[in-house]
């Protein structure tokens, strides 16, 4: 799969995100499951790094309020929700797309809790 944006396979990879954490591998790797798989789990572990090292109160948080910190910065870039001070209620500072990406994975979490 491919985004109008340009994201790439199941988890859909930017080029950028891509190109740091393949340097040298053509993005036309991205479409392979493994690769985009290990890829995506690989900044996801540097957004947690990053969360616990700037993050003024990470290690408080609730899993839920953690979750949506990664959500957002999956989908807009972990500096993004940095800079406007890991708060997002500042919906009109979010873009929709963002806004959209948290609830959908939020509610998909919260589905999973339920049927446990």
């Known amino acids: 799969a491919e985004s109008s944006m340009g994201a790439r ?6 080029p950028k995100t891509w190109a740091e954490h ?6 036309d790797m991205a479409y392979n499951p493994d690769k985009n798989i290990e890829t995506a789990l690989r900044y996801l572990n540097e957004n947690e790094a990053y969360s616990e090292k700037t993050h003024p109160s990470w290690s ?16 807009w ?10 708060n997002l209620e500042q919906k009109r500072r979010i ?11 939020l509610n998909d979490y919260n589905t999973l809790l339920d049927k446990t």
């Open 9 to 14: 396979g199941l988890l859909q990879l930017m």
């Open 22 to 27: 393949n340097p040298g591998k053509s993005f």
């Open 60 to 75: 408080t948080l609730s899993t839920e309020e953690k979750l949506k910190i990664h959500a957002a910065a999956y989908n």
């Open 77 to 86: 870039g972990i500096k993004n929700v940095k800079r406007i001070g890991w």
């Open 95 to 105: 873009p929709f797309q963002t806004r959209n990406h948290v609830k959908v994975i």
